[in-house]
T-cell receptor
Framework: DAMVIQNPRYQVTQFGKPVTLSCSQTLNHNVMYWYQQKSSQAPKLLFHYYDKDFNNEADTPDNFQSRRPNTSFCFLDIRSPGLGDAAMYLC????????????FGPGTRLLVL | AQSVTQPDIHITVSEGASLELRCNYSYGATPYLFWYVQSPGQGLQLLLKYFSGDTLVQGIKGFEAEFKRSQSSFNLRKPSVHWSDAAEYFCAVQGGNKLVFGAGTILRVKS
């Protein structure tokens, strides 16, 4: 089945130690998104790619970076995780030709010690 | 700017009872509207969407939603709730390339 895959599902890192979360998709969608979702809150958009064009949200901290080496893969890099970065990170994809419906992966739960 | 309000943070219903989750949106143009469901520790699953046409849309798992432009609402309904429906439900409106989510409604199902 075509899908959005996130690895790992759970990630533990230490305060200040860089961490990378990965997302891959078999839907061949050209838009990919990263969201941060803290406990009992709605997902918050960090940034998105339209093909190779990177679009950062104005309030996304500089500590968060992203890479998209090809259509299928997108990475979220947190350069120096703080305790406040512990959250669920959701990847989503969309195809503008399909009226922009977003399809979400299962998420990566990040714990910062 | 677009916004979504889900007035109910928590709702508890008995198994087999009907359900309605409320959603109000603010958007200047014709909205693209979505309902997603999220089980604990999981990603968001699309239940249904509205773009145009028939204002009553059917989704997966027996859910439906009705778009009412005059009330700026897109309420989610299910005639008979099952224990497995316990989850958090998010209403969202699409603006440009972005989804704007409501704060979510947590559904509890009691037996």
């Amino acid at each position: 089945d075509a899908m959005v895959i996130q690895n790992p599902r759970y990630q533990v890192t230490q305060f200040g130690k860089p961490v990378t979360l990965s997302c891959s998709q078999t839907l061949n969608h050209n838009v990919m998104y990263w969201y941060q979702q803290k406990s009992s809150q709605a997902p918050k958009l960090l940034f998105h790619y339209y093909d190779k064009d990177f679009n950062n949200e104005a309030d996304t901290p500089d500590n968060f970076q992203s890479r998209r080496p090809n259509t299928s893969f997108c990475f979220l890099d947190i350069r120096s995780p703080g305790l406040g970065d512990a959250a669920m990170y959701l990847c989503a994809t969309a195809d503008p030709r399909q009226l922009k419906t977003q399809y979400f992966g299962p998420g990566t739960r990040l714990l910062v010690l | 700017a677009q916004s979504v309000t889900q007035p109910d943070i928590h709702i508890t219903v008995s198994e087999g009872a009907s359900l309605e989750l409320r959603c109000n949106y603010s958007y200047g143009a014709t909205p693209y509207l979505f309902w997603y469901v999220q089980s604990p520790g999981q990603g968001l699953q699309l239940l249904l969407k509205y773009f145009s046409g028939d204002t009553l849309v059917q989704g997966i798992k027996g859910f439906e939603a009705e778009f009412k432009r005059s009330q700026s609402s897109f309420n989610l309904r299910k005639p008979s709730v099952h224990w497995s429906d316990a989850a958090e439900y998010f209403c969202a409106v699409q603006g440009g390339n972005k989804l704007v989510f409501g704060a979510g409604t947590i559904l509890r199902v009691k037996s």
